[in-house]
């Protein structure tokens, strides 16, 4: 399967646990983006990555979220000291910023995994 | 204000209804703009992209009015397979910038 791949695909933990999740991308993707989605609501956007370049990260939910992309490839986000409210669905998505070999440019089109599903007890 | 605002339904119509979904944004700096799909437990894909001067995939049409910052979704001849939740989206900036969504509009297609 060379689709986006998240993982844990659960978790469940303590409050006051830190966690990390894992994401890895379409390969030839150079954007990452983080989302969190709780029940009844959108996807809400949180952060993201071309390549290393982590280019914006104000909509981090706190200073106990954090993200990492150290070689491009690959991503983390950590949540440190976990609280109740945090507990949702945190999904990754990548894609190409100029469309990649398609031609099309830019197409806004994000590919999702199926999500890393965190619950805090 | 929320940056996109759409009506939650859910909207219940019968198979081969018409049914519009609208949405409304903040940011007039705003430049893409994008209809996704998410089904029940699973991710969301998207359905097609909205132009100013409108577009159409089949059932599926899209409208902007970048005036007053409204999209639309229509979809006629309405199938069970259509039920889903409809996620309206746009750019966070302008140019090539991350997505922001709305908190969606569910449709359940009834026989």
């Known amino acids: 399967d060379t689709g986006v791949s998240q993982n844990p695909r659960h978790k469940i933990t303590k409050r006051g646990q830190n966690v990390t999740f894992r994401c890895d991308p379409i390969?030839?993707?150079?954007?990452l983006y983080w989302y969190r989605q709780t029940l009844g609501q959108g996807p809400e956007f949180l952060t993201y990555?071309?390549?290393?370049?982590?280019?914006?990260k104000s909509r981090l939910l706190s200073d106990r979220f954090s993200a990492e992309r150290p070689k491009g490839s690959f991503s983390t986000l950590e949540i440190q000291r976990t609280e109740q409210g945090d507990s949702a669905m945190y999904l990754c998505?990548?894609?190409?910023?100029?469309?990649?070999?398609?031609?099309?440019?830019?197409?806004?089109?994000?590919?999702f995994g199926e999500g890393s599903r965190l619950t805090v007890l | 204000r929320k940056e996109v605002e759409q009506d939650p339904g859910p909207f219940n119509v019968p198979e081969g209804a018409t049914v519009a979904f609208n949405c409304t944004y903040s940011?007039?700096?705003?430049?893409?703009f994008f209809w996704y799909r998410q089904d029940c437990r699973k991710e969301p894909k998207l359905l097609m992209s909205?132009?100013?001067s409108g577009n159409e995939d089949g059932r599926f049409t899209a409208q902007l009015n970048r005036a007053s910052q409204y999209i639309s979704l229509l979809i006629r001849d309405s199938k069970l397979s259509d039920s889903a939740t409809y996620l309206c989206?746009?750019?966070?900036?302008?140019?090539?910038?991350?997505?922001?969504f709305g908190k969606g509009t569910r449709l359940s297609v009834i026989a």
């Open positions: 940011n007039s700096a705003s430049q893409s």
């Open positions: 990555f071309q390549n290393e370049a982590q280019l914006e």
């Open positions: 998505a990548s894609s190409s910023s100029t469309g990649g070999t398609s031609g099309r440019g830019w197409t806004g089109e994000l590919f």
């Open positions: 390969s030839e993707h150079n954007r």
């Open positions: 909205v132009y100013s």
């Open positions: 989206v746009v750019t966070l900036f302008s140019g090539n910038t991350p997505l922001v």
